[in-house]
């Protein structure tokens, strides 16, 4: 095995591998220097699972997206707030009969961020699988 991991080392000349390099990853400057960016604000698990969830449904109710990622209360509108602050979902409160509902749906900005974030990752997938 140890052999194996040896033989995936370049050696020092070696040619660069074949296939899109690292600079050609969106979010990396063109001269392929500097750190890939990646959408903090999506990235993080919570968020990026309740924008995925309205992408798919259209829109949600806090209950069915609370059960959905298997999140508290608090957590789930804490990264809700912040998906808001920054308008990729919109949250629209009523009541069904005194009941209090709480609904969420993606904006046109957040269906955006959510595509050039999920184009990045591809990116970076394809760029290592080369």
Do not use: W
């Not at 508290?72 to 509902?101: I, M, Q």
């Amino acid at each position: 095995m140890a052999a194996d991991r040896g033989a995936l080392r370049r050696q020092a000349g070696d040619a660069p591998p074949e296939g899109p390099t690292l600079g050609s990853v969106e979010g990396r400057p063109a001269d392929g220097s500097g750190p890939l960016e990646l959408d903090r604000l999506i990235h993080e698990r919570v968020r990026l699972g309740i924008v995925s969830a309205l992408a798919v449904n259209g829109a949600l109710t806090f209950t069915d997206l609370r059960d959905l990622l298997g999140t508290t209360d608090g957590n789930l509108s804490a990264h809700a707030r912040r998906l808001e602050d920054a308008g990729y979902v919109v949250c629209k409160k009523s009541f069904e009969g005194r009941t209090p509902k709480t609904e969420y749906g993606l904006t046109e900005t957040g269906r955006r961020e959510l595509n050039a974030y999920l184009d990045h990752m591809e990116a970076i997938i394809e760029a290592t699988r080369e």
